[in-house]
């Protein structure tokens, strides 16, 4: 197992997944909180931060991690951790660098640490632990994101790569197994990131390539079934993979008669979204509970326009109504609450094991107070949250769900909602679903639906003119997104085939009158985010 430790960085989730990806378990613990038993740890990754080492929020790691005698990669803020705590120096840059950076690197002979650097290594000869023979200079364009630089390094450290702007990008100790990198071999753009991280996980840590999915359902399984006892689990399904393969695995681990599966039409659902899932749920054998409120949620959201507090009376009313069902079921009051929370629900949320982790946004399911109470007296569980969304489809898949529910597309759990701008009223969700429903159907028709991560139509607020015959006509505004990603975590636009995009809008603007125009959405996250609120 290699530990990381999370000082906060968006990033420090993708470090596990891309080690993880490698076949080796990554687990992430707060960079500066109390250190675990370290016996099962081959190696320490220290994460990036939004902080600067010498500012007073600066989060600082037990120093035990110095004494451990184990590996240690410092990443970014990581690296600059240790060069401070170690008796070098970290200084502000004139200016924020960001984005792709060349560095040139010499790579010494007899370190398998930089066997990742070098293009003519493979992965699968970095896993079987090449040792380098010769030195070699090599150049990779990293990925960089920081405002400090290290001005000084620490006593033992060697500078071995510098980037092209002039400053130190790759260090490593003389005698100890301690490394460090300016850039971030985690994210996608980093041209031999994975085979970076490689060389420290196989070549350093003497890793083995043990994790697998197969081990995540026993251990997981194990998990669960020991949390929660003979007490019984109420899963709210949510037409999404997530809840999904959460309810495959409560199904594949508990007695069915234990596991109460529970359905909201609230009225803010993709078209036929309740048909679907019965129909799905079905097939893995179980029966649901359906609660018809879409009532409930358009008056509570009448003239309600601020995005977060659309998110926040929704978050409450499901909880609400979820309580008032649950009562109606009879179940003795400790009861359990499954969620198929992910890994980057968390992140986004601030509630990542980091206690640094920024806040982006409030996901619904992990924001409201009941759930919160659910959390703290230990009733929750969320056998996901150490996924990622490609993993928990694989995860999905060996657990025997249809392809079409593990390929679908995510959906948010304010759903159509927050795919409003402005008031979600009765009308704009009915135009919304329509206009949806027809472009994800031309999606699939045309065989794009699995070249894109997400895609999804969204109203907007503003009339623009049009013409109806000879009269002018203020029709409504509909944006088409649509994005690939691995996670969700960062998002590139799809190049969308342009006749198919022209093709789409003229059939979206015959078919809703109430449209004037039709626009694609052309902002990669960041800046944006996938959603519009
Ligand atoms: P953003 O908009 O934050 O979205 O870039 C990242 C991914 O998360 C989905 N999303 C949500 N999922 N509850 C969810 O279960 C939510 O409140 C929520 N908000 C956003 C979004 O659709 C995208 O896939």
């Known amino acids: 197992m290699i530990l990381i430790l999370d000082f906060g960085s968006q990033t420090t989730q993708l470090i596990g997944r891309r080690i993880r990806d ?3 378990y990554a687990e992430i613990i707060p960079g500066d909180g109390p250190l675990p038993d370290l016996a099962g740890a081959e190696g320490l990754v220290l994460s990036g931060s939004p902080e600067s080492v010498y500012a007073p929020e600066g989060p600082v790691p037990d120093p035990k991690i110095y004494r451990a005698g184990l590996p ?10 240790m060069t401070a705590d170690l008796g070098g120096q970290v200084e502000a840059l004139p200016k924020q660098e960001y984005g792709g950076v060349t560095v040139a690197v010499d790579l010494p002979p007899g370190d398998s640490f930089f066997s990742g650097f070098d293009q003519a290594v493979s992965l699968e000869e970095i896993k079987s632990q090449i040792i380098p023979q010769n030195s070699k200079t090599v150049s990779i364009t990293a990925w960089m994101s920081h405002g400090d630089t290290l001005t000084r390094l620490a006593p033992g450290f060697r500078e071995y790569g510098r980037s092209e702007t002039g400053f130190p990008a790759v260090v490593a100790h003389e005698s100890k197994p301690w490394y460090g990198l300016q850039f971030h071999p985690e994210a996608a753009h980093c041209e031999r990131g994975r085979e970076i991280l490689a060389g420290f996980v196989f070549g350093v840590c003497r890793c083995k390539t043990e994790w697998t999915m197969e081990r995540y359902i026993e251990t997981a399984g194990a998990g669960i079934a020991e949390k929660v006892g003979k007490h019984p689990v109420v899963l709210l399904i949510s037409g999404g993979v997530d809840s999904a393969v959460t309810a495959a695995l409560l199904l594949k681990t508990l007695p069915a008669e234990q596991v109460h599966l529970m359905y909201m039409d609230t009225g803010l659902m993709r078209k036929d979204e309740t048909q679907r899932v019965e129909s799905n749920l079905k097939r893995l054998g179980r029966g649901l509970h359906i609660i018809h409120c879409e009532e409930a949620f358009l008056n509570a959201l009448k003239g309600v ?42 992140i986004e949320s601030g509630k990542g094991v980091g206690n640094k982790a920024r806040v ?54 304010p759903g159509l909602a927050v795919r409003i701008i402005g008031e979600a009223t009765r ?79 003229t059939l979206i603007t015959n078919a809703r009158p109430e449209i004037g125009r039709v626009v694609y959405d052309i902002s990669s996250k960041p800046p944006a985010t996938i959603e519009w609120e």
């Open 22 to 24: 490698l076949g080796v």
């Open 72 to 81: 240690l990669l410092g990443v970014c803020y990581g690296l600059q951790r």
């Open 305 to 346: 326009t601020d995005p977060e507090r659309k998110r926040k009376i929704i978050g409450d009313l499901f909880v609400e109504i979820q309580e008032r069902e649950v009562r109606n079921l009879n179940l003795p009051e400790e009861y359990f609450l499954a969620q198929g929370t992910l890994y980057t629900d968390l």
């Open 360 to 413: 982006i946004k409030s996901h619904h399911n992990v924001g409201s107070p009941l759930i919160e109470a659910k959390r703290r007296a230990g009733r929750l569980i969320e056998p996901l949250d150490r996924l990622y969304k490609d993993e928990a489809r694989r995860l999905g898949t060996l657990l025997g769900l249809d392809e079409a529910v593990v390929r679908r597309h995510p959906f948010p759990g």
């Open 427 to 505: 009308e704009a969700c009915e135009i919304l679903r329509e206009a949806d429903a027809l472009y994800l159907r031309e999606l699939r028709r045309r065989g794009l639906y699995d070249d894109i991560w997400q895609a999804f139509a969204v109203l907007l607020p503003v009339r623009t003119v049009g013409l109806a015959g000879d009269a002018r006509r203020y029709g409504r505004v509909l944006a088409l997104r649509a994005i690939t990603s691995a996670d969700g975590m960062t998002a590139e636009v799809y190049p969308f085939p342009m006749k198919d995009l022209l093709e789409i809008a």
